[in-house]
Nanobody, 125 residues
Framework: QVQLEESGGGLVQAGGSLRLSCADS????????MGWFRQVPGKEREFVATIAWTGDLSDYGDSVVNRFIINRDLAKNALSLQMNNLKPEDTAVYYC??????????????????WGQGTQVTVSS
């Protein structure tokens, strides 16, 4: 059974960094496309980053490119999102998501079948 759980969110000042982690307690995501999305109240869930099952291909949303880094450790079945130079507009609930087996990159909500509960990231100005 897939169980994704995010951690690492919190409050940080603008310009600071945070590292989010996603644990798959079901140990099922090793061969799957993985991604991070974020959402603020009243808006649609926004694509942040995605990584292919091989771990060697990744892509980022326009608003986070060159600031965020997605990474996966296949041996540990772990996913992370390193967020640097954070801005107040990065404030949101961040979600980890799992997509298709042997998948490439997934940039839309429809590319994913399973979601975590989310972790709040707040960036103060």
């Amino acid at each position: 059974q897939v169980q994704l759980e995010e951690s690492g969110g919190g409050l940080v000042q603008a310009g600071g960094s945070l590292r989010l982690s996603c644990a798959d307690s079901g140990l099922t995501s090793t061969l799957n496309t993985m991604g991070w999305f974020r959402q603020v109240p009243g808006k649609e869930r926004e694509f942040v980053a995605t990584i292919a099952w091989t771990g060697d291909l990744s892509d980022y949303g326009d608003s986070v490119v060159n600031r965020f880094i997605i990474n996966r450790d296949l041996a540990k079945n772990a996913l992370s999102l390193q967020m640097n130079n954070l801005k107040p507009e990065d404030t949101a609930v961040y979600y980890c998501a799992m997509g298709r087996p042997w998948g490439g990159l997934g940039r839309t909500v429809a590319d994913y079948d399973y979601w975590g509960q989310g972790t709040q990231v707040t960036v103060s100005s």
